[in-house]
Nanobody, 127 residues
Framework: QVQLVESGGGLVQPGASLRLSCTASGRTFSSGTMAWFRQAPGKEREVVAAIRLGENSSHYRDAVKGRFTISRNNARNTVFLQMNSLKPEDTAVYYC????????????????????WGQGTQVTVSS
């Protein structure tokens, strides 16, 4: 049984940093795709960043480019999301998602293309 477990969320002030972790168990996603989504109250879920593991290529939504970095540690089957210069509009529940498929870029942004999901971790940015 595949499980994704997120950690690292919390309450921070604007301008601060957080690093989220997502550890997969039950299988190794060495050549698939993993992503971080977020959902704020009253808003639709959206992709924040995605990484195609086989080629280690990363992709970001415009709102977080230059501030967020997605990376992986294959040995630990873990994907990270380093979030710098956090803003109040980054407040949301952040979810890790994974699929064994190497998604083409146009499919990275849609949740229905991912097969496995974590339970989510809350990130709150407030002064």
């Amino acid at each position: 049984q595949v499980q994704l477990v997120e950690s690292g969320g919390g309450l921070v002030q604007p301008g601060a940093s957080l690093r989220l972790s997502c550890t997969a168990s039950g299988r190794t996603f060495s050549s698939g795709t993993m992503a971080w989504f977020r959902q704020a109250p009253g808003k639709e879920r959206e992709v924040v960043a995605a990484i195609r593991l086989g080629e280690n290529s990363s992709h970001y939504r415009d709102a977080v480019k230059g501030r967020f970095t997605i990376s992986r540690n294959n040995a630990r089957n873990t994907v990270f999301l380093q979030m710098n210069s956090l803003k109040p509009e980054d407040t949301a529940v952040y979810y890790c998602a994974a699929t064994n498929s190497r998604l083409i870029v146009s499919r990275l942004w849609h949740g229905e293309n991912y097969d496995y999901w974590g339970q989510g971790t809350q990130v709150t940015v407030s002064s």
